[in-house]
């Protein structure tokens, strides 16, 4: 069954915004620090943000200022706002349990310059 469901992603102008989504099985989420990842073309997959059970957060340096995790308890949901997004942003993103468990299938970001 699926356990890890991510959208929101698309293809947009730097500059521009975009807001992901996540939806998690309760077993992975409840009580958990979530977090969101990424990975670009030929790159190893990397975190970008983190945010703990009770909504402590914390961020990668290249998307501070940009990028802001949410969650929804109550919704078993995960959120990332991104905003002022640069042709570096473009990867697939991924939201799992930190440390990451089984991965869903991601969604694409691509940025144009």
């Known amino acids: 069954q699926v356990q890890l469901v991510e959208s929101g992603g698309g293809l947009v102008q730097a500059g521009g915004f975009l807001r992901l989504s996540c939806a998690a099985s309760?077993?992975?989420?409840?009580?958990?620090?979530m977090g969101w990842y990424r990975q670009a073309p030929g790159k190893q997959r990397e975190w970008v943000a983190v945010?703990?059970?009770?909504?402590?957060?914390t961020y990668r340096d290249s998307v501070k200022g940009r990028f802001t995790v949410s969650r929804d308890n109550a919704k078993n949901a995960v959120f990332l706002q991104m905003n002022s997004l640069e042709p570096g942003d473009t990867a697939v993103y991924y939201c799992?349990?930190?440390?990451?468990?089984?991965w869903g299938q991601g969604t694409q970001v691509t940025v144009s310059s």
């Open positions: 799992n349990s930190f440390p990451a468990g089984n």
């Open positions: 309760g077993n992975i989420f409840r009580g958990k620090t």
């Open positions: 945010i703990t059970a009770v909504g402590g957060t």
